[in-house]
């Protein structure tokens, strides 16, 4: 059998060798190139030691290391296991990382902004450590420990590009709200501990049920709200868009691929091993913030310009359409339905790692792009697909997989999402029942704009001609990064033509969770369909379909051959409408792009735009025309600039407490020592 | 399975050689009511046939996408097109994808025209692709809707079992949720096959095209590829609105009197559809771009009404 255990700790060695390597060599500015390198494939091999270990914890279909440590305090012990969700999350880490580590040997090779390629390695090495023990944590302790090692790490990579004001920007937003979200865990998972008389992840199996119903809610929703931080549901996401783009982008790949997947994984944990059947509300309200995160999340993405800001928000969305799938599966289970609930785990599960794998790719792209025109801003960009064909070709790729569009992966856990949205409605009582569709409604107006918004990111970034000289003197990126992306592509594609090979993954999550092996149910016709529950509730095979698109080739060439043979094809310049010339003057910019849209939903975006034309004789032949255009963020000025000026209110009434005497200070403390002694003896 | 491998090819030549057909037939009703004489039924075809014999100019500025997007087009629209029933409820392939399928696939085409069309550098390409890529959008949710509202009066998104539960109780249409369904398609029909009010198939008007602005750029070979799939798109969504709504004389398999019978009630379903088209065509006057989303609207709440009235009827 496997070596599943020594594989685990190994890879975990190895991260942590990595990470003291990186602490080692942090100074050392010479050798840092070949330093981070050599950094670089200790990480590669650390994710394919843990890729091992999660494939034979996922083969076994049971709980398999479960290790712990006494830590010398009463009742407080350091414990991992890595059972099949573990071991799912794990596998989803190390693909990411694996490939991320290959990117990165190209991309640290001119070193890293802000600092040494050595203390860059250190903090990803640390990352990638501390989330492979987030998804294998098996006691609160451990996980809370390694949830703030997680973001720790992340907030030193976020601003590693110290000297430029953005990054620290982001990274304090960034750090602020991971502090609250983490404050809300604690909380959470001290009531279901206290519950459960246990800190161990076993012992809260299914204690949901056993708590009051006011502290189940309680701590329902101080987990959901503390993990929705971490994975940036609406309204907490504000973080998400701020941190995401100003990160060196092998890691906003990283942190959107995997690290807002710790917020999932945390929910995934919460909802269907911690809680039994949750109450209705329960799954209405996540189903409820599904649908609101997916479709805000992708309006904000279509107002973007800044290419990693619009996939920052593109996360959002797709955090909404997993939550889509998790709300139903907590309706499902509420109603008594355990097949149905499986269907849509597996749904919400799958969209999970299938969104990291394309999210990372577009994010190594969108770091290709930058390093190659050192700009973000898709208005400079443009005609990037002659100057470098292989990273346009794995973006297009990856454009193809978000937008839900077949035969890739995201069609496939999209088509799940959407039959377990249809289910709802024939299994759930009346007034939830219309819940279901509506909710399938919106999630189809998300993913067409998904595709109206990559058709913009991919069409002005890569398409006709550069707009920017930086853009014109592009160049292709080493073939390590290529080789990177490569990977993930393929990954698009392999999880797409071969979802029903992938799905007995799923097999023994679900069968934990709800007692149902489920992929019996979800495929059909000796691994060429999938379908939702059984084939006549409806079926689809992305491997048939990718192959007759190829097939149906066959009628285009038919025709060349029968009449097209002899006709001339020449090439010539775009129509011009008879002007000198075409420049890129004459294309479409992203903002203009997507200027119906923001007609369309003025009422959200509230747009504000400025005007000012400088004329000699007659307005008509203005000089020059300077155009400024911007929406309001909505959730920054109604809610969090009022919590701001609230806190900081509060702040100043405090500070009247603090006033600087130390005669004071040492009435408080007498005053509270007396309020104590009371307490202690009244008790 | 040789009787499968024919199924396949029929449908294979009745969604190429039927789309042009209905494409010429509602352009010389549409000319009659304006009382011209129209060019006849068949010009698309010998549009087509001199289209794909001349040459092309491609743009200087455009790389392989625009290449890439006529035939992506072409193998999406005739895929989706054999995920249908059209003369028998056996859709010969709807095992393989049913209506998710079908609405993604043609997705996947238009993804790729809006690509196209921003490959050339062109402003109208912009203009084309930014306004088609909206109007689907706001218009998908109003299709999905009223999909799932008969889907789910079928139990299923295969179209084989929508179709198959059509035909057990063919006047289900009188049904106030399928009307509801239906009025809501239809009005996604004209929106999404680029019909007046929303986009008009015949101008190049650089202020109202949405489809053509697309296709500017392309000639010969390729045009006549695009525009066929036009066709070909328009003749899915009628399909789907006849026979899914009025199964009325779809053949349950695929006998060979039943089929022939099929065919021609399929024909006469089409040409009923498309006069209804042609109808509202005649009538209206092109809505200014942004009247298009209240239009949609409205499809979107008839078939949450239709939804809603599910579980009342």
Redesign the interface.
């Given at each position: 059998m496997w070596p599943i255990g020594e594989l685990y700790a190994a890879g975990l060695f190895v991260y942590a060798l990595g990470s003291l390597g990186g602490l080692a060599g942090h100074s050392a500015r010479k050798t840092g190139a070949w330093l981070a390198s050599l950094l670089c494939l200790l990480s590669l091999v650390a994710a394919l030691l843990e890729a091992g270990a999660s494939v034979g914890a996922l083969l076994a279909k049971t709980e398999t290391v479960a290790w712990s440590l006494y830590s010398g305090v009463p009742y407080l012990s350091y414990a991992v296991r890595l059972d099949p969700l573990s071991a799912y999350f794990n596998l989803a880490l190390s693909l990411l990382a694996a490939s991320v580590s290959i990117y990165s040997l190209g991309y640290l090779r001119h070193g890293a902004d802000g600092g040494t390629p050595g203390l860059f390695c250190f903090f990803l090495n640390l990352l990638l450590f501390a989330l492979t023990l987030v998804f294998t944590a098996s006691n609160v302790l451990s996980f809370l420990i390694a949830w703030e090692l997680m973001t720790v790490a992340a907030y030193f990579l976020v601003v590693f590009d110290h000297e430029s004001a953005e990054s620290r920007k982001g990274g304090l937003l960034y750090i602020l709200m991971s502090r609250g979200g983490t404050g809300m865990l604690f909380v959470g998972f001290l009531l279901l501990a206290t519950a459960a008389g246990s800190m161990e992840f076993s012992a809260l199996h299914n204690i949901g049920e056993r708590l009051t119903a006011f502290s189940s809610t309680l701590a329902f929703v101080l987990l959901f709200v503390g993990f929705g931080v971490k994975a940036g549901i609406i309204p907490v996401h504000i973080w998400l868009p701020a941190a995401h783009p100003v990160a060196p982008s092998n890691i906003s790949a990283l942190m959107s691929g995997i690290v807002i997947k710790t917020g999932i994984y945390g929910m995934a944990r919460v909802f269907f091993d911690f809680y039994g059947a949750a109450p209705v509300w329960a799954g209405m309200v996540v189903l409820l913030v599904g649908v609101i995160s997916g479709g805000l999340g992708v309006l904000y993405a279509l107002m973007e310009h800044d290419l990693k800001r619009l996939l920052a928000y593109h996360s959002i969305e797709n955090i909404g359409i997993i939550l889509m799938g998790f709300g139903s599966a907590l309706l499902f289970r509420s109603f008594g339905h355990p097949q149905l609930a499986a269907l849509a785990l597996v749904a919400g599960l799958f969209h999970t790692l299938n969104h990291g794998v394309f999210k990372c790719l577009l994010f190594l792209g969108a770091g290709g792009v930058f390093h190659a025109t050192g700009s973000r801003n898709m208005e400079e960009m443009g005609?990037l697909?002659?100057r470098m064909p292989a990273t346009a070709l794995y973006f297009?790729v990856g454009a193809?997989a978000i937008?839900?569009?077949?035969p890739l992966n995201g069609?496939v856990s999209e088509?799940f999402t959407?039959?377990a949205l249809?289910a709802g409605?024939?299994a759930t009582p009346?007034l939830t029942?219309?819940a279901f569709?509506?909710a399938?409604?919106?999630l189809?107006?998300t993913?067409?704009?998904a595709?109206?918004c990559?058709?913009?990111a991919?069409?002005?970034t890569f398409?006709?001609?550069p707009r920017s000289e930086e853009a014109d003197n592009a160049r292709e990126v080493s073939p390590a990064m290529r080789t990177g992306m490569a990977i993930l592509a393929v990954a698009c594609v392999l999880l797409g033509l071969g979802a029903t090979w992938f799905l007995p993954v799923f097999d023994p999550i679900t069968n934990q969770t709800f007692g149902i092996p489920i992929s019996g149910n979800l495929v059909a016709?000796g691994g060429l369909?999938l379908t939702?529950g059984a084939?006549?509730?409806?079926?689809?095979?992305t491997a048939?379909?990718a192959l007759?698109?190829?097939a149906?080739?066959a009628?285009?060439l038919l025709?060349?051959l029968?009449?097209?043979r002899?006709?001339?094809?020449?090439?010539?310049?775009?129509?011009?409408c008879g002007l000198p010339g075409?420049t890129?003057a004459?294309?479409?910019?992203a903002t203009?792009?997507?200027?119906?849209?923001r007609?369309?939903f003025a009422a959200l975006f509230r747009p504000r735009r400025e005007i000012q034309a400088e004329f000699d004789v007659s307005p008509y032949y203005p000089k020059a025309i300077r155009f400024a255009s911007e929406i309001q963020p909505a959730f920054e000025k109604h809610f969090y600039d009022p919590l701001r000026v609230g806190v900081l209110t509060i702040a100043s009434w405090m500070r009247r407490l603090q006033a600087g005497s130390i005669h004071a200070y040492l009435a408080y403390i007498f005053v509270t020592l007396i309020l104590l002694l009371l307490f202690g003896v009244r008790g | 399975m040789t009787g499968q491998i024919l199924a396949v090819l029929a449908q294979i030549a009745l969604v190429l050689f039927l789309s042009p057909l209905i494409m010429g037939f509602s352009r010389t009703l549409k000319a009659r009511l304006q009382t011209r004489r129209g060019a006849g039924v068949f010009q698309p075809y010998r549009d087509l046939y001199k289209l794909l014999r001349k040459g092309m100019v491609i743009p200087e500025t455009a790389s392989w996408i625009f290449t890439a997007t006529p035939y992506v087009l072409f193998s999406t629209t005739l895929l989706a097109g054999l995920l249908i029933p059209a003369i028998s409820a056996q859709a010969p392939l709807s095992l393989f994808g049913g209506v998710l399928a079908v609405v993604y696939l043609l997705a996947l085409g238009r993804f790729f025209l809006a690509l196209g069309a921003l490959d050339t550098g062109s402003s109208f390409g912009g203009l084309g692709s930014s306004r088609e890529m909206t109007i689907s959008a706001i218009a998908e949710p109003a299709l999905m809707l009223a999909v799932f509202t008969v889907a789910l009066g079928a139990g299923s998104t295969n179209l084989s079992a929508v179709a198959q539960a059509a035909l057990g109780q063919s006047w289900r249409f009188l049904a106030p949720s399928q009307m509801l369904a239906f009025a809501a398609l239809f009005i996604v029909l004209i929106a999404e096959t680029g019909r007046i009010p929303v986009d008009n198939p015949a101008t190049h008007l650089e202020l109202t095209m949405i489809h053509e602005a697309m296709i500017l750029e392309y000639s010969g070979r390729y045009l006549a590829l695009i525009e066929w799939s036009a066709a070909m798109k328009q003749l899915v969504l009628m399909t789907l609105l006849v026979n899914v709504f009025f199964p009325f004389g779809l053949s349950a398999g695929w006998s060979p009197s039943g089929t022939i019978f099929s065919l021609l009630a399929f024909i006469e379903k089409l040409l009923l559809l498309a006069v209804a088209v042609v109808l509202v065509e005649a009538t209206n006057a092109k809505l200014r771009l942004f009247r298009v989303p209240e239009l949609l609207a409205v499809a979107f709440v008839l078939s949450a009404m239709a939804l809603i009235s599910t579980f009342l009827f």
């Amino acid at each position: 059998m496997w070596p599943i255990g020594e594989l685990y700790a190994a890879g975990l060695f190895v991260y942590a060798l990595g990470s003291l390597g990186g602490l080692a060599g942090h100074s050392a500015r010479k050798t840092g190139a070949w330093l981070a390198s050599l950094l670089c494939l200790l990480s590669l091999v650390a994710a394919l030691l843990e890729a091992g270990a999660s494939v034979g914890a996922l083969l076994a279909k049971t709980e398999t290391v479960a290790w712990s440590l006494y830590s010398g305090v009463p009742y407080l012990s350091y414990a991992v296991r890595l059972d099949p969700l573990s071991a799912y999350f794990n596998l989803a880490l190390s693909l990411l990382a694996a490939s991320v580590s290959i990117y990165s040997l190209g991309y640290l090779r001119h070193g890293a902004d802000g600092g040494t390629p050595g203390l860059f390695c250190f903090f990803l090495n640390l990352l990638l450590f501390a989330l492979t023990l987030v998804f294998t944590a098996s006691n609160v302790l451990s996980f809370l420990i390694a949830w703030e090692l997680m973001t720790v790490a992340a907030y030193f990579l976020v601003v590693f590009d110290h000297e430029s004001a953005e990054s620290r920007k982001g990274g304090l937003l960034y750090i602020l709200m991971s502090r609250g979200g983490t404050g809300m865990l604690f909380v959470g998972f001290l009531l279901l501990a206290t519950a459960a008389g246990s800190m161990e992840f076993s012992a809260l199996h299914n204690i949901g049920e056993r708590l009051t119903a006011f502290s189940s809610t309680l701590a329902f929703v101080l987990l959901f709200v503390g993990f929705g931080v971490k994975a940036g549901i609406i309204p907490v996401h504000i973080w998400l868009p701020a941190a995401h783009p100003v990160a060196p982008s092998n890691i906003s790949a990283l942190m959107s691929g995997i690290v807002i997947k710790t917020g999932i994984y945390g929910m995934a944990r919460v909802f269907f091993d911690f809680y039994g059947a949750a109450p209705v509300w329960a799954g209405m309200v996540v189903l409820l913030v599904g649908v609101i995160s997916g479709g805000l999340g992708v309006l904000y993405a279509l107002m973007e310009h800044d290419l990693k800001r619009l996939l920052a928000y593109h996360s959002i969305e797709n955090i909404g359409i997993i939550l889509m799938g998790f709300g139903s599966a907590l309706l499902f289970r509420s109603f008594g339905h355990p097949q149905l609930a499986a269907l849509a785990l597996v749904a919400g599960l799958f969209h999970t790692l299938n969104h990291g794998v394309f999210k990372c790719l577009l994010f190594l792209g969108a770091g290709g792009v930058f390093h190659a025109t050192g700009s973000r801003n898709m208005e400079e960009m443009g005609g990037l697909i002659r100057r470098m064909p292989a990273t346009a070709l794995y973006f297009l790729v990856g454009a193809i997989a978000i937008s839900g569009l077949p035969p890739l992966n995201g069609f496939v856990s999209e088509w799940f999402t959407y039959q377990a949205l249809l289910a709802g409605f024939g299994a759930t009582p009346e007034l939830t029942r219309v819940a279901f569709p509506i909710a399938g409604a919106l999630l189809a107006l998300t993913a067409a704009l998904a595709a109206a918004c990559f058709v913009k990111a991919f069409g002005i970034t890569f398409l006709a001609l550069p707009r920017s000289e930086e853009a014109d003197n592009a160049r292709e990126v080493s073939p390590a990064m290529r080789t990177g992306m490569a990977i993930l592509a393929v990954a698009c594609v392999l999880l797409g033509l071969g979802a029903t090979w992938f799905l007995p993954v799923f097999d023994p999550i679900t069968n934990q969770t709800f007692g149902i092996p489920i992929s019996g149910n979800l495929v059909a016709g000796g691994g060429l369909l999938l379908t939702a529950g059984a084939v006549r509730n409806g079926s689809v095979s992305t491997a048939v379909i990718a192959l007759l698109l190829v097939a149906l080739g066959a009628v285009p060439l038919l025709l060349w051959l029968l009449w097209g043979r002899k006709s001339a094809r020449a090439s010539g310049p775009t129509w011009d409408c008879g002007l000198p010339g075409l420049t890129a003057a004459n294309e479409y910019t992203a903002t203009a792009f997507s200027k119906p849209l923001r007609m369309i939903f003025a009422a959200l975006f509230r747009p504000r735009r400025e005007i000012q034309a400088e004329f000699d004789v007659s307005p008509y032949y203005p000089k020059a025309i300077r155009f400024a255009s911007e929406i309001q963020p909505a959730f920054e000025k109604h809610f969090y600039d009022p919590l701001r000026v609230g806190v900081l209110t509060i702040a100043s009434w405090m500070r009247r407490l603090q006033a600087g005497s130390i005669h004071a200070y040492l009435a408080y403390i007498f005053v509270t020592l007396i309020l104590l002694l009371l307490f202690g003896v009244r008790g | 399975m040789t009787g499968q491998i024919l199924a396949v090819l029929a449908q294979i030549a009745l969604v190429l050689f039927l789309s042009p057909l209905i494409m010429g037939f509602s352009r010389t009703l549409k000319a009659r009511l304006q009382t011209r004489r129209g060019a006849g039924v068949f010009q698309p075809y010998r549009d087509l046939y001199k289209l794909l014999r001349k040459g092309m100019v491609i743009p200087e500025t455009a790389s392989w996408i625009f290449t890439a997007t006529p035939y992506v087009l072409f193998s999406t629209t005739l895929l989706a097109g054999l995920l249908i029933p059209a003369i028998s409820a056996q859709a010969p392939l709807s095992l393989f994808g049913g209506v998710l399928a079908v609405v993604y696939l043609l997705a996947l085409g238009r993804f790729f025209l809006a690509l196209g069309a921003l490959d050339t550098g062109s402003s109208f390409g912009g203009l084309g692709s930014s306004r088609e890529m909206t109007i689907s959008a706001i218009a998908e949710p109003a299709l999905m809707l009223a999909v799932f509202t008969v889907a789910l009066g079928a139990g299923s998104t295969n179209l084989s079992a929508v179709a198959q539960a059509a035909l057990g109780q063919s006047w289900r249409f009188l049904a106030p949720s399928q009307m509801l369904a239906f009025a809501a398609l239809f009005i996604v029909l004209i929106a999404e096959t680029g019909r007046i009010p929303v986009d008009n198939p015949a101008t190049h008007l650089e202020l109202t095209m949405i489809h053509e602005a697309m296709i500017l750029e392309y000639s010969g070979r390729y045009l006549a590829l695009i525009e066929w799939s036009a066709a070909m798109k328009q003749l899915v969504l009628m399909t789907l609105l006849v026979n899914v709504f009025f199964p009325f004389g779809l053949s349950a398999g695929w006998s060979p009197s039943g089929t022939i019978f099929s065919l021609l009630a399929f024909i006469e379903k089409l040409l009923l559809l498309a006069v209804a088209v042609v109808l509202v065509e005649a009538t209206n006057a092109k809505l200014r771009l942004f009247r298009v989303p209240e239009l949609l609207a409205v499809a979107f709440v008839l078939s949450a009404m239709a939804l809603i009235s599910t579980f009342l009827f």
